[in-house]
């Protein structure tokens, strides 16, 4: 992927937010100054289990990671998110709570609001006219061989197997851990978090990835204009 722009539509919480600075410290970034956030007291070995998801910032997905189809342009992908964000209210998401999620640890909403799936789906189609079809090594990334034939089918449909009834919203905290380290990382990261304030999904996020760098927010849109 070296040289390779890259795109993204995701959730990101508002900058200063109590759930942002939650999240930056977490990851040890923030992608929306691209700069480095101290971890936690008690917590500075987080550095060993978030190489991954410190590449994308605190984000939840909407429209996975893409390179632009021929003839499409950062400037047309932010006029379109523009004009989506505008047609659709704040979505209520309410309490989220730490938990594991398959391999990794992430918050996720107690109990995610119809809305959510839909909103979701609908930046998935709405976004895919930007979105270059995957290569062979881009597909190879995925784990074709792990998923299942409905999962296959989605990928190579819509270039990320985790759309539509497959979406579950998911900030996620770490890397894929091994089974013994997951609970012990739940609990810790469940006291760090504490008792959120109930989420509301209040904009749609527009980030680029350079080369092999972080992802960094080039805008972050409010939902209803």
């Known amino acids: 992927m070296t040289g390779t722009t890259r795109y993204a539509l995701y959730f990101t919480p508002k900058p200063g937010s109590d759930l942002a600075r939650f999240g930056n410290a ?56 523009e004009a989506l964000a505008a047609d ?27 809305d959510l799936g839909l909103f979701a789906a609908e930046c998935v189609a709405a976004f895919e006219p930007f979105r270059a079809p995957l290569t062979e090594s881009e597909t190879a990334r995925r784990k074709p061989e792990r998923l299942s034939p409905r999962g296959r089918a989605l990928l190579a449909a819509w270039g990320y197997p985790h759309v539509f009834e497959a979406f579950r919203f998911h900030m996620t905290l770490t890397d894929a851990l091994p089974e013994a380290d997951r609970a012990p990382w739940r609990e810790r990261l469940a006291a760090a978090y504490g008792a959120g304030a109930p989420l509301t999904l209040d904009a749609l996020s527009v980030l680029r990835q350079d080369g092999a760098g972080p992802f960094r927010v080039l805008r972050r849109i409010a939902l209803g204009g």
């Open 26 to 81: 977490i990851l040890g970034y923030d992608n929306h100054t691209g700069t480095e956030i101290p971890r936690p007291d008690g917590l500075a070995d987080l550095a060993g289990v978030t190489d991954s998801p410190r590449v994308y910032g605190f984000h939840a997905t909407l429209k996975a990671p893409m390179r632009l189809a021929p003839g499409t342009t950062e400037a047309g992908l932010l006029a379109a998110a």
């Open 88 to 114: 659709h209210p704040p979505i209520p998401v309410g309490p989220l709570k730490v938990a594991t999620l398959g391999a990794f640890t992430a918050l996720i909403p107690q109990a995610a609001p119809p």
